[in-house]
C-alpha cells in the first residue's frame, strides 16, 4: 500500500491550496481517509476526514474553509483548503483507515489509521 500526498506549497494568508493523495495497492472505496498535520516540535493533530459513506469529520480550526472529499474509481482523496491562516502552516499527512471508521463525530481517532503518506508542506505567510 502506497499513498501519495502532493499539492503542498507556500501562499500568503487567506490563500488556497488543493491537497491531493493518491493511493496504490489497494481500493479506496472501503476506507476512510484522513488528513492530519504536523509542526516540528508538536503532535500530529487530525485536520480532516471523509468515512466510506461521505461523512465528513473537521477540527473545529479548518471547519467552513477546508473541504475533503474522495474520488473512488481515480483512488484519490483531497483537501481544499481555503481562507488559510498561518496557524495552517505544516506538513500534511493522508493515512487510511480499512473499516471505513473516523473516530468520533467530531474528532479524528488517529490510532485507527494504519497506512500513512509521505507528507507535503503546506507553509502559509501573513
Known amino acids: 500500500v502506497q499513498l501519495q500526498a502532493s499539492g503542498g506549497g507556500s501562499v500568503h494568508s487567506g490563500g488556497s491550496l488543493r491537497l491531493s493523495c493518491v493511493a496504490s495497492g489497494l481500493t479506496l472505496d472501503y476506507f476512510a481517509i484522513g488528513w492530519f498535520r504536523q509542526v516540528p516540535g508538536k503532535g500530529r493533530e487530525g485536520v480532516s476526514c471523509?468515512?466510506?459513506?461521505?461523512?465528513?469529520v473537521y477540527a473545529n480550526s479548518v471547519k467552513g474553509r477546508f473541504t475533503i472529499s474522495r474520488d473512488n474509481p481515480k483512488n484519490t482523496a483531497y483537501l481544499d483548503m481555503r481562507s488559510l491562516k498561518p496557524e495552517d502552516t505544516g506538513t500534511y499527512y493522508c493515512a487510511t483507515e480499512p473499516f471505513g471508521r473516523c473516530g468520533s463525530v467530531h474528532d479524528l481517532e488517529e490510532a485507527l489509521f494504519r497506512s500513512w503518506g509521505q507528507g507535503t508542506l503546506a507553509t502559509v505567510s501573513s
Open positions: 471523509i468515512r466510506n459513506d461521505e461523512n465528513t
